[in-house]
C-alpha cells in the first residue's frame, strides 16, 4: 500500500500543528505508524490522498450514521450556504431541530444548541451547579465528557489512549470537585454520595460507554443511578453525545427506559457538522440566560448549516427499519470478527450495543475502564494495521468504538469479517 503523500504531509503538519493533527487519537500514537491523509469519503468509504480506499468504520467518531456526504445531506447543506452560512440571530431550523431533539428525547424538555459535545457538556454542569447551588461532579472513569477542565480527570478516549491520568493545566482548585467511580459499580457510587452528601451537583455518565471502547451498562445499574440520584436531589446528566440517535432514536435513555434530568448530545444531531446540544427539565434550562443567571452563549450556537445537515440526518434516521437493520448488520459483524479470532485461538471480548462495538483483546469480561484497560493494545495495534493494509479502517486506539452506517453493505461486512479472518491469523 502506497503512503508516500500521507507521510510528507504528517511531516509537514508535525512541524505546524501538535503532534501533526487536531485531535490527538488521530495521531495513530497508541498503534504505531503514520496517519492516512483524508481526501475525501462517500458512503461506507474513506480515499486517501495515496488513492488508497478502505471501509471505514471509525466514521469521524460516530457522527456519520448514514455514511459519507450522504444526498440528502449535501444537498441540505448546500442550500441553507447559499441562504448564507451564519447569521448571529435566530432561525426556524433551530426551532424545528430542538422540536425534533425534544420529539425523540421527552427529558429534554428544553434544549439549546451550541458547537461541540465539549461545549454541551460543560454548559449543562453549569446549569446543574446552578439549579443545586453545589459544585461537586461525579463522573466514572474510563467515560469520556469532552476536554473541559474539570472532566479530564481518570476520563476515556484519546487521555486513554495516550495513558494520560489527569491532564495538567488543570488547577487543582476545579480538579478536586470532581469524584470519579469506576463505571457499572454501584456500591462505590453509593459510599462517594454518603461521603460527600451535600457536596454533589451532578453524576454525568455515558449511559452506553463509548471512550474506554464499548461497555454497555450492567443490567439495573442505571436504574439504581436514577434512584440514587433522585434519593439525593442529585442532577443526573447522560452524556449521549456518541449513543444518542444512535443506538436508537432515543439514544440510550429510551433503550434503558431511564429518564435523566439533563442530556448532552453532539455528532449526529449535526450530521457531520460541529454541533451540540444540552437539554432537560424545564426548571432547570429556564436557569439558563436570557431566562435565568446561568450565562452561556455562542456566536456560531445553532449554525444554519449545521443545524440543516442536522435535520436532514434525523430525517432520514426516522425512517422504518433504519436501526434494525443496522442492528442486524453489527451483529453480524461482531459474531463474525468473533469466530475469526476464535479461530485463530486469539482470546478477544466482543462488546456491543446496536451499531457501536468493540473488539477487545483480553479474555474479559470487560465491564469498566479497570477490566477495559486489561486489554493487550500492541496486538491491537497490530491488528488494526493488518485490517489498515487490507482497507479496513477501524479507531486507532483499543479504547474508541467501532460504528456502523447505513451506507455499509452486506458486502462491506463479509470483506470486514475475510480481512479479519487474515489480521488474526498474522497475530
Ligand atoms: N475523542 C474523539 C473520539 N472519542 C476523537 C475525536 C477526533 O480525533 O476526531
Redesign the pocket.
Known amino acids: 500500500m502506497r503512503t508516500s503523500r500521507s507521510a510528507k504531509l504528517f511531516s509537514e503538519a508535525q512541524q505546524l500543528i501538535p503532534g501533526g493533527v487536531n ?4 495521531a495513530f500514537r497508541s498503534v504505531g505508524g503514520q496517519p492516512r491523509f483524508i481526501a475525501r469519503a462517500k458512503g461506507s468509504r474513506l480515499y486517501d490522498v495515496d488513492r488508497n480506499v478502505y471501509i471505514d468504520y471509525v466514521l ?2 460516530g457522527p456519520m450514521i448514514l455514511g459519507h456526504a450522504p444526498s440528502a445531506v449535501v444537498t441540505a447543506i448546500k442550500s441553507a450556504a447559499g441562504r448564507g452560512t451564519s447569521y448571529g440571530a435566530p432561525t426556524e431550523p433551530e426551532v424545528l431541530l430542538a422540536r425534533e431533539i425534544r420529539n425523540a428525547f421527552p427529558s429534554m424538555e428544553k434544549v439549546r444548541l451550541v458547537s461541540s459535545g465539549t461545549e454541551a457538556v460543560m454548559s449543562a454542569i453549569r446549569v446543574a451547579r446552578g439549579f443545586t447551588k453545589r459544585t461537586g461532579v461525579m463522573k466514572f472513569e474510563g467515560c ?1 465528557h469532552g476536554h473541559g477542565d474539570y472532566l479530564l480527570a481518570k476520563a476515556g ?2 487521555l486513554a489512549t495516550l495513558g494520560i491520568p489527569d491532564s495538567p493545566g488543570v488547577p487543582e482548585d476545579f480538579a478536586k470537585h470532581t469524584l470519579t467511580a469506576p463505571y457499572n459499580d454501584i456500591h462505590t457510587v453509593q459510599q462517594l454520595i454518603k461521603s460527600n452528601r451535600d457536596r454533589l451537583a451532578c453524576i454525568i455518565i455515558e449511559p452506553i460507554a463509548g ?1 474506554m471502547g464499548v461497555v454497555p451498562p450492567a443490567p439495573d445499574f442505571l436504574a439504581a443511578l436514577r434512584q440514587l440520584t433522585s434519593d439525593h436531589n442529585i442532577l443526573l446528566i447522560f452524556d449521549e453525545v456518541i449513543s444518542g440517535f444512535r443506538v436508537g432514536y432515543g439514544g440510550a435513555q429510551a433503550l434503558y427506559g431511564i429518564t435523566p434530568d439533563l442530556t448532552v448530545l453532539g455528532k449526529i444531531i449535526g450530521g457531520g457538522l460541529p454541533v451540540g446540544a444540552y437539554g432537560g427539565r424545564k426548571e432547570i434550562m429556564d436557569l439558563i440566560a436570557p431566562v435565568g443567571p446561568v450565562y452561556q452563549a455562542g456566536t456560531l450556537s445553532g449554525n444554519p448549516l449545521a443545524v440543516s445537515a442536522g435535520l436532514a440526518t434525523l430525517k432520514q434516521l426516522r425512517m422504518k427499519g433504519v436501526y434494525k437493520k443496522l442492528d442486524e448488520r453489527s451483529a453480524v459483524l461482531a459474531k463474525g470478527i468473533g469466530e475469526a479470532a476464535n479461530k485463530a485461538g486469539i482470546s478477544v471480548t466482543q462488546t456491543r450495543v446496536g451499531s457501536m462495538l468493540t473488539t477487545f483483546f483480553t479474555p474479559g469480561p470487560v465491564v469498566d475502564w479497570n477490566t477495559a484497560k486489561q486489554s493487550d493494545t500492541k496486538r491491537y495495534g497490530r491488528f488494526f494495521h493488518h485490517m489498515l493494509e487490507q482497507g479496513v479502517y477501524l479507531a486507532p486506539s483499543q479504547f ?1 468504538a467501532a460504528f456502523l452506517s447505513t451506507a455499509h453493505s452486506t458486502q462491506d461486512i463479509e470483506k470486514t469479517i475475510r480481512a479479519a479472518h487474515t489480521a488474526f491469523k498474522k497475530l
Do not use: I, K
Not at 485531535?23 to 488521530?26: F, G, N
Open positions: 485531535s490527538p487519537v488521530r469521524s467518531w469520556y478516549s484519546g471512550n474508541e
